[in-house]
């Protein structure tokens, strides 16, 4: 399975564009990216899925370059409510399971 | 919007108790999960269910763990005889198919194993 490496954390202000990147080196062909959202004692919430080059949906955008090594979240025009945990998940294309890490709290300020 | 419901949305039990945690999956998913999540750690994996018997589960998921859909509806994570450790948020999840990574959370049921 896929290990995936993403910032601890990350502060931003409200108006401002925050990418999110992830690094995932040993991604498996079959496998996608997807990226969720969690807000404390709540769970986590899909955001957005893609497995090559850019997907945009109406929350955010994601980036995969061709080698599929990393993937980048793009959050544009963040607010107050954007404050929440970020998970960069790959997706076993065979089970569905999802393996949560640490995650990436994101902070955004007034 | 369909959701995941989950009941009881908080649960206080004594260590050794019996406890079954309920969850209402959205009506046209068939995959179902369960994961927990400790107070300040990640999500971790529990369980999957598909076609009425286990797909996968992780080391977490001992014996005192089981789940069932009895009725087609519900889906139903029991724990025979609880642990303190067993205490957190317990989350069902389910999705359409393998083929996304689009699972449906439901918010939660808390436990805590006194």
């Known amino acids: 399975l896929a290990k995936t490496t993403q910032p601890i954390s990350m502060d931003s202000y409200e108006g401002q564009e925050v990418n999110i990147t992830c690094s995932h080196n040993?991604?498996?062909?079959?496998?996608?990216i997807t990226w969720y959202q969690q807000f404390p004692s709540q769970g986590p919430r899909f955001i957005i899925q893609?497995?090559?080059t850019k997907v945009t949906n109406e929350v955010a955008s994601l980036f995969i370059p061709a080698d599929r090594k990393s993937s980048t979240l793009s959050l544009p025009r963040v607010s107050l409510s954007d404050t929440a945990v970020y998970y960069c998940l790959p997706v076993q294309g065979n089970t569905g399971k999802l393996i949560f890490g640490q995650g990436t709290t994101l902070q955004v300020k007034p | 919007e369909p959701e995941v419901t989950q009941t009881p949305s908080h649960q206080v039990t004594q260590m050794g108790q019996e406890v079954i945690l309920r969850c209402v999956p959205i009506?046209?998913?068939?995959?179902f999960y369960w994961y927990r999540q400790i107070l300040g750690q990640k999500v971790e994996f529990l369980v999957s269910?598909?076609?009425?018997?286990?797909?996968?589960k992780s080391e977490i998921f001992d014996d005192q763990f089981s789940v069932e859909r009895p009725d087609g509806s519900n889906f139903t994570l029991k724990i025979r005889s609880t642990k303190l450790e067993d205490s957190a948020m317990y989350f069902c999840a389910g999705g359409a198919g393998t083929n996304t990574g689009e699972l449906f959370f439901g918010e939660g049921s808390r436990l805590t194993v006194l």
């Open positions: 040993n991604i498996a062909t079959n496998d996608y």
């Open positions: 893609g497995y090559k």
């Open positions: 269910f598909y076609n009425n018997e286990i797909s996968e």
């Open positions: 009506s046209n998913h068939l995959y």
